[in-house]
């Protein structure tokens, strides 16, 4: 059993060895990470993390007439992870959090040969009250977050067996053969659109979704626009950032489901962190 991650970044470099700590924590077996045109230090942070874990670092230029976030997932479909049993694909506000299982192989044994995909629900962070981005850990600052029931939570990103891929969207995948679940293993159906679960699983596992952090982190989210989105789609850049903001900003409880692996976690930051730093004093 293998898995690995595919994920795009554009200018997220701070945020990244905290995200590629905690998904070597929960054991992928390789991190496929685009850069999508970062004008920050995202190349030397991930090609220093490389030295330590299994990260591959891919540079990805956005396509003229395409979703640059699609184009890279149809990319790696087709070329890249072949030779894992599963592929997992979340973005880099995305933690994934396992319930019950010490690892992502261990969770992803619960499903036999007849499951070919698992859609897994958001559950979504707040800003915890902070307005700039003057803190250290995501996982550590961001400890709230909406309701479980809360509707933005239908949305579901997906884990999928690769060879049963035959299209990956940002959050859903056309499968060749296989049913598509909940970690539960209840049929997933989305009444309203491709990405939105008709219901909520937070049962085995979750998505924490840290689609706000500090209102700061928000506002420059909002002006680097949606990877999913296709350069020329009017809906790439948002024109109601602060009552989005208003809207996503939910800290009514606290979570603290994402602890179990916390030790794992800084460890492989730890490492990340020095590899980083050796690499700068070796450029200088």
């Known amino acids: 059993m293998s898995a690995c991650l595919v994920a795009i970044a554009q ?8 995200w590629l700590a905690h998904y070597v924590a929960i054991g992928v077996d390789r991190i496929i990470l685009f850069d999508n045109e970062s004008s920050d230090a995202t190349r030397e942070v991930v ?19 395409r979703s640059p976030q699609v184009a890279a997932y149809n990319y790696a479909v087709k070329k890249l992870i072949g030779r894992y049993d599963w592929a997992c694909f979340f973005d880099c506000d995305e933690f994934l959090v396992l319930r019950e ?12 040969s007849s499951v070919g995909a698992l859609a897994i629900n958001w559950l979504t962070f707040g800003s915890s009250g902070r307005r700039e981005s003057d803190y250290e850990l995501v996982t550590e600052t961001f400890r709230c977050g909406s309701e479980r029931h809360w509707r933005n939570n239908k949305h579901f990103k997906t884990i999928a067996r690769s060879g049963r891929i035959h299209r990956m969207g940002v959050h ?5 053969s296989g049913a598509y679940v909940h970690p ?8 309203a659109r491709l990405g939105v679960a008709g219901q ?29 989105k296709k350069p020329t789609d009017p809906s790439r850049f ?4 602060d009552v989005v903001f208003r809207s996503l900003d939910r800290n009514t409880v606290e979570y603290s489901d994402i602890d179990a692996t916390r030790g794992q976690r800084q460890a492989a930051l730890s490492a990340i962190v020095d590899a980083f730093r050796r690499a700068g004093s070796m450029a200088k």
């Open 11 to 18: 200018n997220e470099a701070r945020f990244l060895p905290e």
């Open 238 to 241: 948002r024109q109601n950032g």
């Open 47 to 65: 090609t220093a993390a490389a030295e330590r874990y299994p990260i591959t670092y891919m540079r990805w230029p956005t396509p003229l007439d």
């Open 184 to 191: 539960n293993g209840e049929p997933l159906s989305m009444p």
């Open 101 to 112: 299982d010490p690892d992502l192989n261990s969770f992803l044994s619960r499903y036999d």
């Open 172 to 176: 859903y995948a056309e499968l060749k």
């Open 200 to 228: 909520i699983d937070h049962s085995l596992a979750q998505v924490n979704h840290y689609q706000v952090k500090s209102k700061s982190d928000f506002d420059e989210k909002i002006r680097r626009g949606r990877a999913g």
